[in-house]
């Protein structure tokens, strides 16, 4: 494997995405259960990978925050290659090791120094349709099964019964289900969404009047901000942050 370092253009943070096997092992077996079980030996993970200098470049490993925004979850500072086909937030000494080569003398204070710490918040629309598309391929995968969605990341999972109720006699709802649409709706108003509630009942596979009406009820709950009759908008409250916290 020939690896070669040098400046390539790369003017602004790079969002990227890869799916990989999961590791095995007593190690991952225990972190799987204690986060209640992946269903799939597959994993996702999202990267924003930006330039630092002419020799280094920084990967920041992403993960969905209390809104689904992008949050940082790890940094990795590396040597800037060119090779194909590499993954996101990787470099040659994952494959070279002790015989990898790296610029004289090595990572410094001076390089950490240089690292933009907020240079993901710029990739955040890419963020949220990547999330929606992930959750959209387990939903397909894991039909009628316990999913976690990329929501399990921050210790949440979320079963199809949920988003899909039987038909019939309206089934008693939690004060964590109302939590979480008031969430779903609270973000799409947030990202300047003209049909917030109309983008969540496409998600949740529900009638746009279903989901007013449980919008309804979640402002009732205090789960989420009250607006003007009949204009779209909210927040969530402090109750429904606590609940999701807790969640």
């Not at 400046?7 to 986060?35: E, I, L």
Request: aromatic fraction near 6%; proline fraction near 8%.
């Amino acid at each position: 494997m020939h690896v070669v370092c040098y400046p390539w253009p790369m003017a602004r943070p790079k969002f990227r995405t890869h799916r990989s096997t999961r590791p095995r092992g007593a190690w991952a077996m225990r972190v799987v259960t204690a986060a209640a079980g992946a269903p799939t030996r597959r994993r996702a993970e999202a990267w924003v990978e930006a330039v630092v200098n002419e020799q280094w470049m920084a990967a920041y490993r992403l993960v969905p925050g209390p809104h689904r925004e992008p949050v940082i979850a790890e940094i990795r500072i590396f040597p800037r290659e060119r090779a194909r086909g590499r993954p996101p937030g990787r470099w040659s000494a994952e494959v070279l090791g002790l015989d990898t080569t790296i610029p004289e003398g090595g990572l410094s204070a001076e390089v950490v120094r240089q690292v933009r710490i907020g240079e993901h918040r710029q990739v955040g629309a890419a963020f949220s349709r990547w999330l929606d598309e992930e959750r959209t391929t387990r939903q397909s995968t894991f039909r009628g099964q316990t999913a976690p969605a990329l929501g399990a990341l921050a210790g949440q999972t979320f079963t199809l019964s949920t988003l899909e109720p039987k038909r019939g006699r309206p089934p008693i709802r939690s004060e964590q289900f109302y939590a979480k649409l008031a969430r779903d709706y609270a973000e799409r108003v947030a990202q300047g969404s003209p049909r917030p509630t109309t983008d969540v009942a496409r998600r949740r596979r529900l009638s746009a009047a279903r989901v007013r009406d449980m919008l309804h009820e979640a402002r009732k709950r205090d789960l989420l901000s009250s607006v003007g009759q009949g204009r779209s908008g909210g927040e969530l409250t402090p109750k429904a942050l606590a609940i999701l916290n807790a969640g």
